[in-house]
């Protein structure tokens, strides 16, 4: 059940990200695109850092993360859209600290991608 949650909501996570997305690319103007550069940016850097094995504050390891995604959808020009996917990511990342399945080779390459 455990996994079976996670898939879900990792599933769910993607779906909603990518409408958002599209959504914010749409109606994103330069300030949108700026936040975006300079949040990926920032995660970019603090996931050298962890890789790099420099001891990093999971706090600010999540929080860039977040700061990251969010910045993809915040011009998606729903706010209901953003509080269930804000709500959806909050419970994936819950699951991602409990089984410590969060490398950050692997998402960094996702995030570039994705950026």
């Known amino acids: 059940m455990f996994n079976g949650d996670l898939i879900e909501l990792s599933n ?6 990518c409408a958002a997305l599209k959504a914010s690319l749409a109606f994103g103007d ?3 695109e700026g936040n975006l550069v300079s949040a990926h940016h920032k995660l970019a850097m ?3 850092k962890i890789i790099a094995g420099e001891d990093v ?3 600010r390891q999540l929080h860039y993360d977040w ?3 969010f910045a993809l959808v915040r011009a998606c020009n729903s706010r209901h859209m953003i509080a269930v996917f804000q709500n959806i990511y909050e419970k ?6 409990v089984l410590r399945n969060y490398r950050w080779a692997k998402a960094l390459e996702e995030q570039q991608l994705i950026f």
């Open 12 to 17: 769910l996570r993607v779906l909603l990200q």
């Open 30 to 32: 330069e300030n949108w």
């Open 46 to 48: 603090i996931g050298k």
């Open 57 to 59: 504050c999971l706090e």
């Open 67 to 69: 700061e990251f995604h």
């Open 92 to 97: 994936y990342i819950g699951y991602q600290l």
